[in-house]
C-alpha cells in the first residue's frame, strides 16, 4: 500500500506544474488551488512532517499547512511540559525517543549556531512500589537493549542520592541521564515552522471544515474557511492530518467512524484535560536546580521551572474532566496533587501555588499512542496523532517518518509498523505502560 502511495505522489511531483505556481505566491488560497501536501494542523507534529518533507525533497514536494490559529495559544505543543525520556515500555517509543534526544543534542547542526530550545538534560527519575519494580526493571532492560543510558537505584541508593525524598514506600528508582530532561516545546514548533518556510513550505492561516471527494469517494482536498469567512478548495496528492485533540473530529468529516465497513471505526483521538501547577516551596531540604523531573508511582510529577517548581498529575478515568474550556481546577491540586507531592517529598508539605495552566492531550482512548500512517480505506490520508501525553519529544521522529511514508514509501528510519491504524482495525492495542 505504502509503495503504491509514494509512486502516486512522486510522479504528481515530476508532472504538476501548478505546485510551482503556487509555491511562489504569498497567499496560497486566495482561490482555489492544489499543492502535493497539505497538513491539517501546524503544532509540532504538523511542522515537523513539513520540515522533513521540504527537507527531503527540496524544491520538488509543495507542503501546505493549514493552522486554524496561528498564535498556537490553545494547541497542546504550547501547553507542553517539554519532557523526553526514553523511559517506556514498547520498543517503538523507546526508539522514537532516543531520536528526540540525538535531534536535540545536534539542533545547531540542523538549525544553526543560534538554535535553542533551553534544554535541560537534568534526567526523569521513576519511582516503583514493590508491586511495581518488576515491572520497572523489565522496562529497564528493554530501554538499555535499545540505548538508552539509565541506571536502576535500590531504595538505600535513593536515599543517599536524593536526600529531598521520602523512599520508605519506594522499591526502586530508574533514573535516565543525558539523554533525558526538558526542552522548550514552543521553540522546537518554531525551528521546525522556520526551517520549513525557508524550504518553501506554506502555512496557511485557515480551518479545515470538510473533505472533497472524488467520483469514487477517495480524498482529493480540504474545504478551508480563511479568516475573511471565505471558503476554498485546496487539493492535495497526500494529506497528513496532525491537528492535535481535533483529530477524531476532522477523520468524521472524512466518513471516518460515520461510513459502512472499515469506515465504520472512528479515529479514536479526543481531548483530555490536563492541569500544570506552578508552586514555590518555603520548606526545609527542597529539591536543588539539578533535580530529574520525578514521576511517583501515583502518577504525580514534577519538576524545576527556574526558581520555581511545577507539576500535576493525570486524573483517574472517573475524575476525567470536561474538556470543553481550559478553565484549571485549583481544588484538584489541593485535594488530590498537594498531598500526595508532600508525601514523597517532605519539603513540599508548605507549598504556595503561583499559577497554573490547562491543556489538551490528543488522547487516543483505544491505547493512549500514537497512529502514525495511513487510514486503510483512504490510503492518501496519514495519520500523526494520538500521542496522549507524550508527543513533543516524538516529533521530530513521527515527522521525519510521515515524510518517509509519503515520499519513499515505507518507514526508513524506525520501523513504525505496529504504531499504524491497522492495529485499531485489528482490535490488536499496543499498551505502553509508561505513561502518566
Ligand atoms: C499539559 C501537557 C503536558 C505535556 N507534557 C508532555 C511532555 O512532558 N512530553 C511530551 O513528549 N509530550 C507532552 N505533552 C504532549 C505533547 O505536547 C503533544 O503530544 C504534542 O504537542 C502534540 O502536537 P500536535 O502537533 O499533534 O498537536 P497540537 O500542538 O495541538 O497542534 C495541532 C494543531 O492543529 C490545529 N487544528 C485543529 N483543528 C484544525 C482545523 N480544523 N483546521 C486547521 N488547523 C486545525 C490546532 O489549532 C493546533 O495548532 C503534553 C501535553 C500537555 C497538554
Not at 485499531?424 to 499498551?431: A, D, E, G
Amino acid at each position: 500500500m505504502f509503495t503504491r502511495q509514494a509512486t502516486k505522489v512522486l510522479r504528481s511531483l515530476r508532472k504538476d506544474k501548478t505546485c510551482v505556481r503556487i509555491e511562489k505566491r504569498n497567499h496560497p488560497i486566495t482561490r482555489n488551488s492544489s499543492t502535493n501536501v497539505v497538513i491539517i494542523g501546524g503544532g509540532a507534529m504538523g511542522a515537523s512532517a513539513a520540515y522533513w518533507l521540504t527537507h527531503k525533497s527540496p524544491g520538488t514536494c509543495t507542503v501546505t499547512v493549514v493552522e486554524k490559529d496561528p498564535t498556537y495559544a490553545n494547541c497542546s505543543t504550547s501547553r507542553s511540559v517539554g519532557g523526553i525520556r526514553q523511559q517506556f515500555s514498547i520498543p517503538e517509543n523507546v526508539q522514537m525517543s532516543l531520536f528526540g534526544a540525538k535531534f536535540i543534542q545536534n539542533l545547531k547542526n540542523q538549525f544553526g549556531p543560534e538554535a535553542d530550545i533551553a534544554y535541560a538534560p537534568n534526567g526523569y527519575l521513576i519511582l516503583a512500589s514493590p508491586q511495581g519494580a518488576p515491572q520497572l526493571a523489565q522496562n529497564f532492560k528493554l530501554q538499555q537493549e535499545l540505548g538508552a543510558t539509565n541506571t536502576l537505584l535500590s531504595k538505600d541508593q535513593l536515599r543517599e542520592k536524593f536526600k529531598w525524598l521520602n523512599v520508605d514506600d519506594i522499591e526502586l528508582g530508574s533514573m535516565g541521564c543525558e539523554k533525558e530532561g526538558w526542552f522548550d516545546p514552543w521553540g522546537l514548533l518554531s525551528l521546525f515552522k522556520s526551517a520549513a518556510v525557508s524550504k518553501g513550505a506554506q502555512f496557511v492561516h485557515g480551518e479545515v471544515q470538510n473533505f472533497v471527494f472524488t467520483n469514487d469517494n477517495s480524498l482529493k482536498g480540504v474545504k478551508v474557511r480563511l479568516p475573511n469567512r471565505d471558503e476554498k478548495i485546496l487539493e492535495f496528492d497526500a494529506c497528513v492530518l496532525a491537528a492535535g485533540a481535533q483529530s477524531g473530529a476532522i477523520a468524521r468529516m472524512a466518513g471516518i467512524g460515520t461510513g459502512a465497513g472499515d469506515l465504520s471505526v472512528a479515529l479514536p483521538v479526543e481531548p483530555r484535560k490536563r492541569y500544570v501547577y506552578r508552586f514555590d516551596s518555603q520548606g526545609k531540604n527542597v529539591p536543588p536546580v539539578n533535580s530529574p523531573l520525578m514521576i511517583d508511582y501515583t502518577g504525580v510529577y514534577f519538576r524545576k521551572d527556574g526558581p520555581v517548581f511545577i507539576g500535576g498529575r493525570s486524573p483517574d478515568s472517573d475524575e476525567e474532566p470536561q474538556a470543553d474550556n481550559l478553565e484549571v481546577d485549583f481544588s484538584y491540586f489541593d485535594n488530590t496533587v498537594w498531598p500526595l507531592l508532600a508525601a514523597r517529598i517532605p519539603a513540599f508539605e508548605s507549598v504556595k501555588v503561583q499559577s497554573a495552566w490547562g491543556g489538551f492531550y490528543e488522547y487516543n482512548t483505544f491505547d493512549a499512542n500514537g497512529f502514525i500512517g495511513p487510514h486503510c480505506t483512504y490510503d492518501n490520508l496519514f495519520f500523526a496523532t494520538g500521542f496522549s501525553g507524550h508527543g513533543i519529544q516524538q516529533s521530530p521522529a513521527v515527522g521525519l517518518a510521515i515524510a518517509e511514508l509519503i515520499l519513499d514509501g515505507r518507514f526508513k528510519t524506525i520501523d513504525l509498523k505496529r504504531m499504524g491504524f491497522e492495529r485499531l482495525m485489528k482490535q490488536q492495542p499496543l499498551y505502553e505502560i509508561g505513561i502518566y
